[in-house]
Nanobody
């Protein structure tokens, strides 16, 4: 079993930055893929980025160049650095995990989820 706890959400002005953190506990292994998704109000959940514990990263085209995923294996923590924020980035951001060596951009492929953290970007 894996537990995920997010932190770092909040409010930012357009053009600003926020960094989200997600700490994993419980059963973790080097084959754990961690990802960030978001769900804007009234919209479907959207894949943002993923990282394997060996370091391979993947970013959705929609956020490439603005958002960066990284990880600290010693802390079992994954980060999402969000720069040049836009009002349309307003959403609940979720950390997700799957015990696999293959990345997936499909939320149903991730059995482990954090509670979500709200990010609000004002214009």
């Amino acid at each position: 079993q894996v537990q995920l706890v997010e932190s770092g959400g909040g409010w930012a002005e357009a053009g600003g930055s926020l960094r989200l953190s997600c700490t994993a506990s419980g059963r973790t292994s080097s084959s754990l893929f961690m990802a960030w998704f978001r769900q804007p109000p009234g919209k479907a959940r959207e894949f943002l980025a993923a990282v394997h514990w060996i370091g391979n990263t993947y970013h959705a085209d929609s956020v490439k160049g603005r958002f960066t995923i990284s990880r600290d294996n010693a802390k079992n923590t994954v980060y999402l650095q969000m720069n040049s924020l836009k009002p349309e980035d307003t959403a609940v951001y979720y950390c997700a995990g799957r015990l696999d060596t293959v990345v997936s951009m499909n939320d149903v492929a991730y059995p482990y989820w954090g509670q979500g953290t709200q990010v609000t970007v004002s214009s």
